[in-house]
């Protein structure tokens, strides 16, 4: 079965950097888009960054932009993002998701497949 492994999360002071990664099984990887999702607490899930299907198109959420970077590695079958200037308020949970179109990619609705998470907290 499809799965998607987060990891990389962990407790950072602000201004730290952290990578998380997502590593993909049980898919054609590269016939997927991949997505990264956050989720705080009481609070709706929000659109990060997303990747096309060979990493040649990348989008980011505003709340991100020119902070966050978004990779893969279509030979490890894995997703990558790469967070600098972290901020208290990047706290959440990080979700990895995938897809099969490009096309309003920073929806939730659509991803077939969505990782566990991984906990990412950044102190004052």
């Known amino acids: 079965q499809v799965q998607l492994d987060e990891s990389g999360g962990g407790l950072v002071q602000a201004g730290s950097s952290l990578r998380l990664s997502c590593a993909a099984s049980?898919?054609?990887?590269?016939?997927?888009?991949m997505g990264w999702f956050r989720q705080a607490l009481v609070k709706e899930r929000e659109f990060v960054a997303v990747?096309?299907?060979?990493?040649?198109?990348?989008d980011y959420g505003d709340s991100v932009q020119g902070r966050f970077t978004i990779s893969r590695d279509n030979d490890k079958n894995t997703a990558y993002l790469q967070m600098n200037s972290l901020k208290p308020e990047d706290t959440a949970v990080y979700y990895c998701?995938?897809?099969?179109?490009?096309?309003?990619?920073?929806?939730?609705?659509?991803?077939?497949?969505w990782g566990q998470g991984t906990q990412v907290t950044v102190s004052s």
């Open positions: 998701a995938a897809r099969t179109y490009y096309r309003d990619s920073r929806e939730a609705e659509g991803y077939d497949y």
């Open positions: 049980g898919l054609t990887f590269n016939s997927y888009v």
């Open positions: 990747i096309s299907r060979s990493g040649g198109s990348t």
